[in-house]
């Protein structure tokens, strides 16, 4: 693996798998190979017998050569809850996820590793996605939520990142409400807040584009 990033986001909701898939094309369009990771999900339907995660499908699918599911997404819960309530029977263990990392990073050029929820959403009763970032040791990626109050959470996101000393390559805007009022003004508010790239902003779809959506990024 010659490069690899953590994507995280503002909020659950904030177009984390949208901005994946974007992105995953957008390396593609590069030249490059590439594989995704879906470590935790809940909220998983049964698909032939195993629960399986929508996101995680199409990380799977979008990748640069098949990969086995349960590389993708090694802890995948059927309610839809935080991880931390949805896994008390089967509860995340970083070392796990680390091992299949390992396995999946050797197969592409460029991994990209989406979390769950937000940085400090619980994993287990001790660990959260935070505590996951750092144990892969990726740069991050914030996908910012473009709505009413995105500018605290983007905010709030950037600083903890920063207090982690984790590296930040960039962020993402996500425009979510089609009837968002100064969507401009309110990404030119973020920019001046997180002092790092902006990799693109991904407009508001109806349904998914990912072509559309990869031709708006730039790294």
């Given at each position: 693996?010659?490069?690899?990033?953590?994507?995280?986001?503002?909020?659950?909701?904030?177009?984390?798998?949208?901005a994946t898939i974007a992105l995953m094309r957008y390396f593609k369009r590069q030249g490059k190979t590439v594989v995704g990771m879906k470590p935790v999900a809940s909220g998983c339907l049964f698909h032939d017998g195993q629960l399986k995660n929508d996101d995680a499908l199409l990380?799977?699918?979008?990748?640069?050569?098949?990969?086995?599911?349960?590389?993708?997404?090694?802890?995948?819960?059927?309610?839809?809850?935080?991880?931390?309530?949805?896994?008390?029977?089967?509860?995340?263990?970083?070392?796990?996820?680390?091992?299949?990392?390992?396995?999946?990073?050797?197969?592409?050029?460029?991994?990209?590793?989406?979390?769950?929820?937000?940085?400090?959403?619980?994993?287990?009763?001790?660990?959260?996605?935070?505590?996951?970032?750092?144990?892969?040791?990726?740069?991050?990626?914030?996908?910012?939520?473009i709505k009413l109050g995105g500018i605290n959470h983007a905010k709030l996101t950037y600083q903890a990142i920063q207090r982690s000393g984790i590296s930040c390559a960039g962020w993402i805007a996500v425009c979510l409400d089609p009837d968002m009022l100064k969507t401009d003004k309110t990404i030119t508010t973020i920019k001046t807040a997180i002092n790092e790239p902006l990799l693109g902003v991904l407009p508001y779809l109806a349904s998914a584009d990912f072509d559309l959506l990869a031709g708006k990024l730039s790294m």
């Open positions: 693996m010659k490069q690899g990033y953590f994507i995280t986001g503002t909020d659950t909701n904030a177009g984390k798998t949208w990380i799977q699918e979008n990748g640069s050569l098949k990969i086995d599911y349960d590389l993708i997404n090694p802890y995948a819960y059927e309610l839809p809850v935080s991880p931390h309530i949805a896994g008390i029977n089967n509860p995340v263990n970083l070392a796990t996820i680390i091992k299949r990392f390992n396995i999946l990073k050797d197969f592409a050029e460029i991994v990209l590793v989406e979390g769950a929820g937000g940085w400090f959403a619980p994993l287990n009763d001790c660990e959260d996605i935070s505590d996951l970032a750092k144990s892969l040791e990726l740069p991050v990626i914030i996908v910012v939520a």
